[in-house]
């Protein structure tokens, strides 16, 4: 749209024959041109710096930082190689580990939140864990509410795997963790981070 705008305006300019006028329009092109190539340089030098490491991963090559190479690499030797691709749920928005741990979704959502979806959306997701004992469940339980419905659901059917990714500051708990479905039904036995969130507030 903006381009055609500045199409339209050189060209009225052109028309008017005034060589002074249009040697100015084309400078003021060539020098937004000139910006615009220097910006997108230091876009790039500054991309690469934010993310120094190269990491190999199911989706190819990824430029990424310390803390998500780490969060990978931690995923991906809980979930171990097996002959099939990993069932993972990444809750609730971590959709890049699909494609770079790799696993696959068994819910029909990449993005689920309590007030984002709806409560039928959650109950969809819910009814597709329960459906699914060998899928996998990841937590970025720093994103949670208490009262989240789908922990509710992990709390009292999953063990904890194990974190991912390095310690967060002040208490040393991890960011993301990994639960894996109960062998027998559940004892109501509460589970061990991510209820150590209650110990930040």
Request: proline content about 9%; charged content about 20%; some cysteine.
């Amino acid at each position: 749209m903006l381009a055609g705008l500045a199409q339209r305006i050189g060209a009225s300019l052109v028309a008017l024959r005034r060589p002074v006028v249009t040697a100015a329009w084309r400078l003021g092109v060539a020098l937004v041109a000139v910006a615009v190539l220097v910006k997108g340089a230091q876009n790039l030098t500054d991309a690469r710096e934010l993310t120094p490491l190269r990491v190999a991963s199911g989706f190819g090559t990824l430029a990424v930082t310390g803390t998500s190479a780490r969060i990978l690499r931690d995923l991906q030797d809980r979930l171990g190689a097996g002959p099939t691709r990993p069932r993972l749920f990444a809750y609730p928005a971590d959709a890049w580990l699909y494609l770079a741990v790799p696993a696959d979704n068994p819910t029909p959502f990449c993005l689920l939140r309590k007030g984002y979806n709806t409560p039928e959306q959650i109950e969809v997701a819910i009814a597709r864990l329960r459906e699914d004992p060998d899928a996998f469940v990841s937590v970025n339980w720093l994103l949670l509410p208490q009262d989240d419905p789908i922990m509710d659901l992990v709390r009292r059917e999953y063990d904890l795997v194990g974190g991912a990714g390095p310690a967060q500051p002040p208490l040393g708990l991890q960011g993301l963790y990994l639960f894996a479905r109960r062998a027998r039904p559940s004892d109501g036995r509460p589970q061990t981070p991510p209820a150590g969130r209650a110990e930040r507030n």
